[in-house]
């Protein structure tokens, strides 16, 4: 079974603190991806990869960029951290080349920026 | 740009009746259509999906329809039990890449028993 983790539940910053969110998967997937989770906004795209030192912009990358050295770790970075980046996020991975297959969560990473 | 809209926000049912939502897509190459299901705390999980050259897919309890023409798809899941209280997000493919998705808002599910 894919597991995709995230490397901490809850997160506390200060505004302008400069925020790294991790993730690892272990199934090899090339693709990978970081979402932001807002209630009445659902899942928006944050920043996706689609193989090792490859991105690309979603939909809502300001103030946010990221890191893929190793294949398996996705590293999302707040550059500055704000109050409005204060959200659940969701790091997701998927094998790439095979149509049709299930984006693999993490459990999400609760980040409050005070 | 691409959106989808999902409907309703909140739902609630008695254990036993159906419940229905709805999405609609604005992409009209979007091809491939996944219902995920995220339980309090937990992770979003893929509960049912639907290609675009199909108009109904059904699995137990839970079933997904697609209208291509008017660019909408509903789930469906009839006699509803406690377990399916949930948020439930429906998303679309942008275009043909079924690896990247458009997630609607969701719908909060609550099942009174």
């Known amino acids: 079974d894919v597991k995709v983790t995230q490397s901490s539940r809850y997160l506390v910053k200060r505004t302008g603190e400069k925020v790294f969110l991790e993730c690892v998967q272990d199934?090899?997937?090339?693709?990978m991806f970081w979402y932001r989770q807002d209630p009445g906004l659902g899942l928006r795209l944050i920043y996706f990869?689609?193989?090792?030192?490859?991105?690309e912009k979603g939909d809502i990358p300001e103030g946010y960029s990221v890191s893929r050295e190793k294949k398996e770790r996705f590293s999302l970075i707040l550059e500055s951290a704000s109050t409005n980046q204060t959200s659940m996020y969701l790091c997701?991975?998927?094998?790439?080349?095979?149509?049709?297959?299930?984006?693999?969560f993490g459990n999400g990473t609760r980040l409050t920026v005070t | 740009g691409e959106n989808v809209e999902q409907h309703p926000s909140t739902l609630s049912v008695q254990e036993g009746d159906s419940a229905v939502i709805k999405c609609t897509y604005s992409?009209?190459?979007?091809?491939?259509f996944p219902w995920y299901k995220q339980e309090l705390g937990k992770r979003p999980q893929l509960i049912i999906d639907?290609?675009?050259?199909?108009g109904e897919k059904k699995d137990q309890r839970i079933a997904v329809t697609l209208n291509k023409t008017a660019k909408h798809f509903s789930l469906h899941i009839t006699e509803t039990q406690p377990e399916d209280s949930a948020v439930y997000f429906c998303?679309?493919?942008?275009?043909?890449?079924?690896?990247?998705?458009?997630f609607g808002t969701g719908t909060l599910l609550a099942v009174q028993p």
């Open positions: 998303a679309a493919s942008r275009g043909g890449a079924t690896n990247k998705l458009i």
């Open positions: 639907i290609r675009s050259n199909v």
């Open positions: 997701a991975s998927i094998v790439s080349g095979k149509d049709f297959s299930p984006l693999h």
């Open positions: 990869s689609y193989d090792v030192k490859m991105k």
């Open positions: 199934m090899d997937h090339e693709n």
């Open positions: 992409d009209s190459a979007s091809n491939y």
